[in-house]
């Protein structure tokens, strides 16, 4: 019994997740990043690939703040059926000495270190959009690959809709992609 119960439990884990069978893709990130502008709104969550720890998120909105210690505070939250669900990280820039300055963030969550560059913002506007990205390679020339494309308001902007589904369309699986719902009927009240 207990066998069974830890395949079925594998195999929804395994699921939740988007795997390719390539090595993680070379990916361009955005030049001359600015994260003072990146944080300086809520950015919604408007598709994304599956992620186990997403599992069930719907709602999804992350808010970035600058601490004292110059790393920057990640609060994501997102509504599950059970409820609301929140998790509180750290970032800091990944390479912080390459000029120009990259897209590129190491962010942890529940106090893990951070020491790795998990979190290529690939572009935005910073007003408007954000396509952000990060791949890990696994055994057997694979990967294991998220993407999120965010918005700084609940639905995409059509301004931008088009050279947004141009990035999608160039760097993602678009079949692979799950709409986040974000109607304000479904997620309110937002926290």
Request: proline fraction near 5%; charge should be negative; glycine fraction near 4%.
């Amino acid at each position: 019994m207990y066998q069974f119960l830890f395949v079925l439990l594998s195999i929804s884990l395994i699921s939740a997740q988007q795997f390719f069978d390539s090595p993680c893709p070379d990916r361009p990130v955005q030049q001359d990043f600015d994260l003072t502008k990146y944080i300086s709104h809520k950015w919604y969550e408007v598709y994304r690939y599956n992620a186990m720890f997403q599992k069930g998120c719907e709602c999804s909105r992350a808010t970035y703040t600058l601490n004292t210690d110059n790393t920057v505070k990640v609060h994501n939250c997102c509504k599950k059926p059970e409820g609301n669900e929140c998790a509180i990280g750290k970032a800091i820039v990944s390479f912080p000495e390459h000029l120009p300055l990259e897209g590129k963030l190491n962010v942890a969550f529940n106090d893990q270190p951070i020491t790795k560059s998990n979190y290529w913002v690939l572009s935005t506007d910073y007003e408007k959009y954000s396509v952000v990205y990060t791949c890990g390679n696994i055994p057997g020339n694979k990967s294991i690959q998220f993407a999120w494309i965010l918005s700084a308001t609940p639905q995409l902007d059509e301004s931008v809709s088009a050279h947004v589904n141009e990035l999608i369309d160039k760097y993602f699986d678009r079949s692979a992609l799950i709409v986040v719902n974000q109607s304000e009927s479904f997620c309110e009240p937002r926290d």
